[in-house]
């Protein structure tokens, strides 16, 4: 029996959670928040327990030993040597990493250096691999990339329809992201149909604060709508999604506000998606709020979420020549029935269905109706647990 810890490291925040594996059972999980500012707080829960702490925390190396020292000053383990284990999440992987893969000084310096994929996330995922490190020196380090997931897709896909040079010189290409997610619930997907995920054709849409639909053919993801950067794609909680590039020059020329493309993409990151078409709230639960409320703007903000939703479901029917299962995930994809049943039955041309019965808060497996042509499924995502079985599986390689 050992303990492994999973991390996922952001700009400002650290999330964990420590595992007994193999069991796969869930000892505590934390989340540290406002790492850099003052009052930084960390929260730990273990069995029907939550300690949460006020301090100031001043980087990730702070925040790691907090952690550590929680878990002993908590009781939930007694000696670090306990632990023989930490996975952490990587966003941006490039074209370097196919798979997990054990973190040596070389790989965590490719991983700071495609930072330049993912600015304002592989610096911290890195920050949080130092962290660890040097506290704990001895134990098996892993980094999961979100983007290793994909890197079945062909040439003809992830390539853009811009002069080869650029890829060649610059490694402009589609990368997509949320690959652990995609991947988990396809793999539990193919076990609730009790198919095997080599025969099957799915459609996992991965949506929380940030968006993202996979067409998964025989295991393995032939597109997704993430691009270069996690900025593409359907709309998103802060996050544009896909707009004409033209856009950007337009706006740094004639807004005075906007003055480079770094401030508009900032813009399209920070500021658009639900957030700026709502003018109120990034969060679907308060978009909702809003829509029983009758403010237009929610009502707007809701109606083109699911139109780019839909486009993007109804295009991976292309893509996969049809599909067999639909798998809603992540914080919106699992909670939010209205959601579901206005993309669904836009889609209805293609013969899917959902049991309204099933479509309900809480209820997770298939919802789709018994005649339905292709089914649909809630599963939530648990990309933390793929993070700790990661672990296992490459330790057992060393
Ligand atoms: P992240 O991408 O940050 O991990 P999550 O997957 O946690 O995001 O998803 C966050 C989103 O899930 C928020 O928009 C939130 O409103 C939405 N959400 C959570 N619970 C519900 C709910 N009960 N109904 C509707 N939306 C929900």
Do not use: C
Request: charged letters at 25%; glycine letters at 8%.
């Amino acid at each position: 029996m050992t303990k492994t810890v999973s991390i996922n490291a952001g700009s400002s925040s650290l999330k964990w959670q420590l595992y007994e594996m193999p069991e796969e059972k869930v000892l505590a999980k934390g989340l540290i928040e406002r790492i850099g500012l003052k009052n930084s707080i960390s929260t730990v829960r273990f069995g029907d327990q939550k300690e949460e702490q006020v301090l100031d925390i001043a980087d990730h190396i702070q925040a790691v030993k907090i952690l550590l020292d929680d878990l002993i000053k908590l009781r939930i383990i007694k000696d670090f040597a306990e632990i023989t284990g930490v996975g952490h999440r990587i966003v941006a992987g490039g074209e370097d990493f196919e798979d997990s893969t054990i973190v040596d000084n070389e790989v965590l310096a490719k991983i700071e250096k495609l930072s330049a994929l993912a600015p304002l996330h592989n610096p911290a995922n890195a920050a949080g691999i130092r962290a660890f490190k040097e506290i704990l020196p001895d134990i098996t380090s892993v980094a999961v990339f979100d983007t290793a997931f994909h890197t079945t897709m062909q040439p003809a896909t992830y390539l853009y329809p811009i002069p080869p040079k650029y890829y060649e010189e610059y490694q402009i290409r589609k990368y997509g992201a949320h690959g652990t997610s995609h991947r988990y619930v396809a793999q539990e997907a193919a076990k609730i149909l009790g198919r095997s995920l080599d025969e099957l054709k799915l459609i996992t849409a991965h949506i929380g604060n940030g968006v993202s639909i996979t067409a998964n053919y025989h295991g393995k993801s032939i597109d997704t709508s993430m691009g270069f950067t996690p900025l593409a794609g359907p709309m998103m909680g802060t996050r544009s999604g896909d707009i004409d590039p033209a856009i950007i020059p337009y706006l740094v020329e004639h807004d005075p506000n906007l003055k480079d493309s770094a401030a508009v993409i900032n813009m399209l990151n920070k500021q658009s998606g639900l957030a700026g078409v709502s003018e109120s709230s990034s969060d679907m639960r308060d978009i909702e709020a809003g829509i029983k409320a009758k403010d237009p703007k929610a009502v707007l903000a809701y109606n083109m979420f699911i139109d780019r939703l839909k486009k993007f479901i109804g295009q991976y029917f292309a893509v996969l020549n049809g599909a067999d299962a639909i798998i809603f995930t992540a914080g919106i994809g699992e909670n939010a029935v209205n959601m579901r049943n206005d993309v669904i039955q836009g889609l209805s041309w293609f013969g899917i269905e959902l049991d309204p019965a099933k479509n309900v808060f809480g209820y997770t497996g298939e919802i789709s109706s018994a005649r339905s042509k292709v089914k649909v499924l809630v599963i939530p995502t648990d990309e933390e647990l793929v993070i700790a079985r990661d672990v296992e599986r490459l330790k057992k390689k060393i």
